[in-house]
């Protein structure tokens, strides 16, 4: 029985506004928790301050998720950034109810030791399924997802929200007043197509 242990928490966590970002990011998991309700074996909560994990069914459903983590927060014009751990923790002999709940306990351990980990780099993804090939491939490609993500600054996150909306160059330009060449050059400047391309590798990229 596969699981997946979805650990993340906020980047360089400050003092300042504690309880609006904590509330921010109670209202982020919310939002998740709906659009992803058939991936979750345990719906995404708070554990700690800046801190939340769930365990999901499937790795593509869990990459999906964190996708969508990110862009909520392009979204609703968040100003923090998170740092995540996707750890694969496969359960292949259950005999009995306290064996799962005591290899889950070993697993989230391991989950939360990895995301100790990040939070000493730079990196803001750390993905370890059981195949060394697939989580070499997964890593490489979300340092480059994470390169694009983090070039947008938070004055373009209502344009690129606009492109995240399936809006083309043209309607972005009509929905900002701007000409049609100055909504190309919007679209150009933020690399989207790149972005689109990449969270696309990503996916396929799954054995």
């Not at 100790?116 to 780099?121: F, G, N, S, V």
């Not at 490609?141 to 399936?166: G, M, P, Q, R, T």
Request: hydrophobic fraction near 35%; aromatic fraction near 12%; include cysteine.
């Amino acid at each position: 029985m596969d699981h997946f242990i979805l650990m993340s928490s906020i980047r360089y966590p400050g003092r300042d506004k504690r309880e609006e970002i904590e509330n921010q990011l109670k209202n982020v998991i919310t939002v998740i928790n709906k659009i992803h309700k058939k991936h979750f074996i345990t719906s995404l909560d708070m554990v700690l301050d800046y801190e939340f994990q769930g365990i999901t069914n499937s790795l593509q459903g869990s990459l999906e998720m964190i996708f969508d983590i990110e862009e909520c927060i392009i979204e609703n014009n968040l100003d923090f950034k998170l740092k995540h751990v996707l750890y694969h923790n496969t359960i292949k002999t259950v005999q009995s109810k306290h064996t799962a709940y005591e290899r889950l306990g070993f697993g989230l351990i391991d989950a939360r030791e990895r995301l100790q980990l990040i939070k000493k780099t730079d990196s803001r993804f750390l993905i370890a399924t059981n195949n060394e090939k697939t989580s070499l491939y997964l890593n490489n490609l979300l340092l480059i997802y994470e390169d694009y993500l983090d070039s947008w600054k938070k004055s373009d996150y209502e344009y690129v929200n606009a492109f995240l909306n399936h809006l083309n160059y043209k309607e972005v330009a009509a929905l900002f007043n701007m000409n049609v060449s100055s909504g190309w050059r919007r679209e150009k400047s933020l690399k989207m197509k790149q972005y689109y391309t990449i969270k696309e590798m990503i996916l396929s990229g799954i054995e």
